[in-house]
């Protein structure tokens, strides 16, 4: 009898940015066929399944539609807006408080440690 092999554990995310930045760059490779360079590792969650946290976050009222462009401008820049940097500011307020409110719903869901 062959020993069982174990099933690779689903890696979580370690912040709200990490999960945000992984749901761009993955929603880029299934729409644009970009080239994928990412972790082979299975995650916690399924893309599908941020797309629809984040539709409920913003009908919920708990994301604006500012914060949602923020969102999007600096995702697909694969970096958070910088708070000392004058053009950015406002964005980076922005940037921090839609960050909290999906770190607190992931945690809910376990995808975060």
Known sequence: MTPMKSLPTNEKFQNAEQLWFWFIYSKQINTNF????TSTRPRVCELLDVE???TRLYLSGRLTDEQL????EFGDKRRAPHQYK???NNK?????TAMRTLETAAKQKDWID
Request: hydrophobic share 60%.
């Open 86 to 88: 004058w053009s950015e």
């Open 92 to 96: 980076a307020a922005m940037w921090r």
């Open 69 to 72: 462009s923020v969102m999007k």
């Open 34 to 37: 970009v080239r994928r360079n």
């Open 52 to 54: 629809i946290m984040v």
